[in-house]
């Protein structure tokens, strides 16, 4: 199973124009373009080189700048900015856990880890922080087979936890089919302490779901399916788009259910109007799997208002063999 060559959406994305733009401080974005000044873009790049870029800026909006950065270019380019929402699976989890505040609050439950992970989580009463689904290297969640974690049983274990008391569902004798402790916390990549500074706005949570801790390594470690959307970044990236200012991702965490993933639900909402605020542009959202629905949900459900304004289409992706 590979992820499909994303290549064919890279026109759709490049052709985009200003039509659905709004105005931003320094330019008015809502004047489109006249038919003349479409014609002179003679290339894909999203970023137009100095003197096209200042033919741009002074021809249709009366602007005239000795210096042009790459941000005003992307603006006054042919691009629109882009999310990616990944499927099940394909974000990337990370765990939190309280070792001592754990083994305080539940001795039983502490005790099980230790059957199931040995001793390669919890070394002491710190806080720890481990991927979750998948790691080479990580002692807790290696896909490595060592003496301590032989079948991944310690990722398994603690897939059961849940971060709120109402999101595990009961069974028909009553009983809870999942756990919570206030000890630990799972999340997307980049909503730990450890993480956060390494998120590129979301686009690390979505790509190279084996994690080796080494970008070279991931690079080598991940192929096909693992890779996910790292293809399509690295080419976006080249065409001239910046993380945080005109593309972003959406990790989250696949467990939880859709109306109730409130951490999907936010940041799609916070990308969508900060990508529109950075560039004036409608977003295109690249969705895959799982993410189409989550996408669905937003679109049409709980952020419906902010898709009709700001969102200028939606793709769903596919995998083929």
Same mark, same amino acid.
């Given at each position: 199973m590979?992820?499909f ?8 994305i490049?052709?985009?124009?200003f039509?659905?733009?709004i ?7 809502q ?5 003349n000044?479409?014609?002179i873009f ?6 137009? #080189? ?9 021809k249709d909006?009366?602007? &005239?700048?000795n210096?042009?950065?790459? $941000? ?17 699976y394909?974000?990337?989890? %990370?765990?939190t ?7 305080? !609050? $539940? ?7 230790? @059957?199931?992970?040995?001793d ?8 720890? !922080? ?5 790691s080479?290297? #990580?002692p807790?969640?290696?896909v490595? /087979? &060592?003496?301590? +974690?032989?079948? *991944?049983?310690?990722?398994g274990f ?7 008391k109402?999101?595990?569902?009961i069974?028909?004798?009553?009983n ?19 993480? @956060?500074?390494d998120?590129?706005?979301?686009? +690390?949570? =979505? &790509?190279? %779901?084996?994690?080796?801790? $080494? !970008?070279?390594l #991931?690079?080598? %470690?991940?192929?096909g ?20 200012? *005109?593309?972003?991702?959406?990790p989250?965490?696949?467990?939880? *259910? ?13 990308? =969508?109007?900060t990508?529109?605020k /950075?560039?004036?542009?409608? =977003? =295109?959202? @690249?969705?895959?799997?799982?993410? &189409?629905?989550?996408?669905? +949900?937003?679109?049409?459900?709980? +952020? ?5 304004k700001?969102v200028?289409?939606?793709? *769903?992706?596919?995998?083929w063999?």
């Open positions: 590979s992820i060559p994303f290549l064919f959406l890279f026109p759709l490049s052709t985009l124009s039509k659905d733009s105005p931003i401080e320094t330019i008015n974005l004047n489109t373009l006249t038919p000044l479409k014609s003679d290339t894909n790049e999203c970023l137009p #080189d100095n003197t096209l870029a200042k033919r741009i800026l002074n909006y009366g602007i &005239t700048l210096k042009i950065d790459d $941000n005003l270019k992307f603006i006054i380019g042919k691009c629109n900015p882009v999310i990616f929402v990944p499927g099940i394909a974000s990337k989890l %990370v765990l856990i309280n070792c001592g505040g754990f083994k305080k !609050e $539940n001795k039983d439950k502490y005790m099980e880890m230790r @059957v199931f992970c040995g390669a989580i919890c070394k002491s009463d710190s806080i720890e !922080e481990h991927p979750l689904f998948i080479l290297l #990580d807790a969640t290696a490595l /087979n &060592t003496e301590t +974690n032989k079948y *991944s049983a310690c990722l603690f897939m059961q936890f849940y971060n709120k109402d999101e595990c569902p069974d028909d004798n009553g809870h089919i999942c756990y919570y402790s206030k000890y630990i916390e799972i999340g997307p990549y980049g909503s730990s302490s450890n993480t @956060v500074k998120n590129k706005c979301g686009l +690390n949570g =979505v &790509t190279n %779901v084996i994690q080796t801790g $080494n !970008e070279v #991931d690079s080598v %470690v991940n192929q399916a693992p890779k996910v959307f790292i293809t399509m970044i690295k080419r976006l990236k080249q065409m001239g788009y910046r993380d945080g200012f *005109s593309y972003a991702g959406i989250y965490d696949y467990r939880r *259910s859709l109306n109730k993933n409130d951490f999907a639900i936010n940041t799609f909402k916070y990308h =969508v109007n990508l529109f /950075n560039t004036g542009k409608k =977003v =295109v959202i @690249v969705a895959h799997s799982y993410g &189409t629905l989550l996408t669905l +949900n937003n679109l049409i459900g709980k +952020n419906k208002n902010l898709a009709n700001k200028y289409c939606y793709w *769903s992706s596919f995998c063999k």
